[in-house]
C-alpha cells in the first residue's frame, strides 16, 4: 500500500513569488493535515481537511491557504513568500486515529 | 487548548541501557496520545498510539509507552536502547471528539552512545 506522497521534495523560491506544494494520501484517508517544521519550532500546525472541507485552521496569515480535491488529495498554497516561510512542510493523512506522514516538501526561500 | 509538554531538548543514553522521553499533556476531555520518530530530513514515523485501556502500549521497534492520567504524561520508554534509536522523537496529543487537529510536542533529540 503506497503511503503518503509529497511533491516536489524539493522547491526553491524567490521572495514575494508563489508556491504549491501537493499532497496525495493513503487509499481511503479522508483527512489531510498540513504541518510546518522550521528550524527550532518544532511542528506547527497550519491547515485539516476533511472529505473536501477546511475543519480547522492554525495560526497562519491568509496567504497560506489550501484545498482538498474530490479524490482526497490535497494542495497547499504559500503567497507572497517571506524569508521565513523557508521550512520543511509535512503532509499527513488519517482515516481515525493516527495520522501518517509524507517525507515532507523543503521550501527554500530566497 | 490542547497542548504537549516535552520537557528535555536532549536525552543521551548509553546502548543497552534503558531510555526514558518524557510527554506531559493538557487537553479537556479524554486524550488521543501519540509518539512519531523523525530521522534527519525526513517526514515522521508513527510508534505508538494511546487510545484506551491498557496503560501500557506496546509500538514499532520495541519502544512502548505509559499512560498516567493522574500526573497527565505519557512517556516513551525502551528497555534495551540501540545506537540505531538515535533521533527526533515528538508526542502528540488530540482531543477524543471535536474538530482538533494533532498538537505536537517540540521534540527530543535521542543520542544513543555506542
Known amino acids: 500500500e503506497a503511503g503518503v506522497t509529497q511533491s516536489p521534495t524539493h522547491l526553491i523560491k524567490t521572495r514575494g513569488q508563489q508556491a504549491t506544494l501537493r499532497c496525495s494520501p493513503i487509499s481511503g484517508h479522508t483527512s489531510v493535515y498540513w504541518y510546518q517544521q522550521a528550524l527550532g519550532l518544532g511542528l506547527q500546525f497550519l491547515l485539516w481537511?476533511?472529505?473536501?472541507?477546511?475543519?480547522n485552521r492554525g495560526n497562519f496569515p491568509p496567504r497560506f491557504s489550501g484545498r482538498q480535491f474530490p479524490n482526497y488529495s490535497s494542495e497547499l498554497n504559500v503567497n507572497a513568500l517571506e524569508l521565513e516561510d523557508s521550512a520543511l512542510y509535512l503532509c499527513?493523512?488519517?482515516?481515525?486515529?493516527?495520522?501518517?506522514f509524507g517525507q515532507g516538501t523543503r521550501l527554500t526561500v530566497v | 487548548a490542547q497542548s504537549v509538554a516535552q520537557p528535555e531538548d536532549q536525552v543521551n543514553v548509553a546502548e543497552g541501557n534503558p531510555l526514558t522521553v518524557k510527554c506531559t499533556y493538557s487537553v479537556s476531555g479524554n486524550p488521543y496520545l501519540f509518539w512519531y520518530v523523525q530521522y534527519p530530513n525526513r517526514g515522521l514515523q508513527f510508534l505508538l498510539k494511546y487510545i484506551t485501556g491498557d496503560n501500557l502500549v506496546k509500538g514499532s521497534y520495541g519502544f512502548e509507552a505509559e499512560f498516567n492520567k493522574s500526573q497527565t504524561s505519557f512517556h516513551l520508554k525502551k528497555p534495551s536502547a540501540l545506537v540505531s534509536d538515535s533521533a527526533l522523537y515528538f508526542c502528540?496529543?488530540?482531543?477524543?471528539?471535536?474538530?482538533?487537529?494533532?498538537?505536537f510536542g517540540k521534540g527530543t533529540r535521542l543520542s544513543v552512545i555506542a
Open positions: 499527513a493523512s488519517s482515516l481515525v486515529t493516527e495520522a501518517f
Open positions: 502528540a496529543v488530540r482531543r477524543y471528539s471535536g474538530n482538533t487537529p494533532l498538537v
Open positions: 481537511y476533511d472529505e473536501g472541507e477546511e475543519r
